[in-house]
């Protein structure tokens, strides 16, 4: 998220002549900035899309996955495995987490759960910490009632199973934590990391193929934008805290 380096990068390559790019454009404070080198690529006729998110203002081919849809998902799995106290951790509000949180209080007002917003925390984008860990310490020493996690992602999925372990309780029958992105992560961990798969490999795979019919001035149609739907990849990290289990059987 550099927006000088980008801007690097994307110069540097235009200098070595290369046919188009692939780009997940990043997170600017000034838009304005940010769009100025987008024009700069349009203007030099060189063919370039855009992937996980758009710019407003720029024009091009975009690749993406269904954030809100993808949260909404991941808190109704939590909620179907008798989740009800459930928090959501994220990192730098930008249009992606926003999305996500918009799918998780869907879910919640669906199913009929009060909206606690102290559960709601945003991490700032220069903490040094393990992302997750200081803030899932803080939420488990402020007494505010929490059965579950929703993470934006995995790394702050990682440091919220740390922070429950390190208080003496256990993830998944004291609190259930579910990530996002399925990365490499989540089968290595203990225990094992639910996540929500992002379908990285075909927004890529569709994202080369744009790029190509673009650089060999194939037609492209008028409305260029694919939205990928995500999955739930359940592994152990959220088969329902132990009372409500209990309680079932």
């Not at 407003?56 to 690749?63: E, K, M, Q, R």
């Not at 193929?209 to 260029?224: A, D, G, Q």
Request: proline share 3%.
């Amino acid at each position: 998220s550099n927006i000088e380096k980008q801007k690097q990068y994307i110069r540097r390559l235009v200098a070595s002549g290369v046919s188009g790019f692939i780009i997940v454009p990043v997170i600017a404070k000034q838009s304005e900035e940010n769009n100025e080198l987008y024009r700069q690529l349009t203007e030099a006729d060189i063919p370039f899309v855009f992937c996980n998110r758009s710019v407003d203002g720029i024009t091009a081919p975009v690749v993406t996955s269904n954030d809100f849809y993808g949260a909404y998902i991941a808190v109704k799995h939590l909620i179907s495995k008798g989740y009800r106290h459930i928090a959501y951790i994220s990192k730098t509000k930008y249009k992606t987490s926003i999305d996500r949180c918009q799918g998780y209080l869907s879910a919640l007002i669906e199913a009929g759960i009060e909206i606690n917003r102290r559960l709601i925390f945003i991490e700032e984008e220069d903490s040094s910490s393990l992302r997750g860990y200081e803030t899932m310490k803080k939420l488990l020493s402020g007494g505010i009632q929490t059965d579950a996690v929703f993470c934006f992602n995995d790394r702050i999925a990682q440091g919220v199973c740390m922070a429950i372990r390190d208080y003496g309780l256990k993830v998944s029958d004291d609190i259930g934590v579910i990530g996002y992105d399925d990365s490499e992560i989540c089968p290595l961990m203990e225990p094992r990391l639910s996540s929500v798969s992002y379908k990285s490999i075909e927004i890529g795979e569709t994202a080369a193929r744009i790029l190509r019919k673009m650089i060999n001035r194939e037609p492209l149609s008028e409305f260029e934008y694919y939205l990928f739907q995500p999955e739930i990849v359940e592994r152990d990290s959220c088969k329902g805290p132990v009372k409500w289990n209990k309680q079932v059987g």
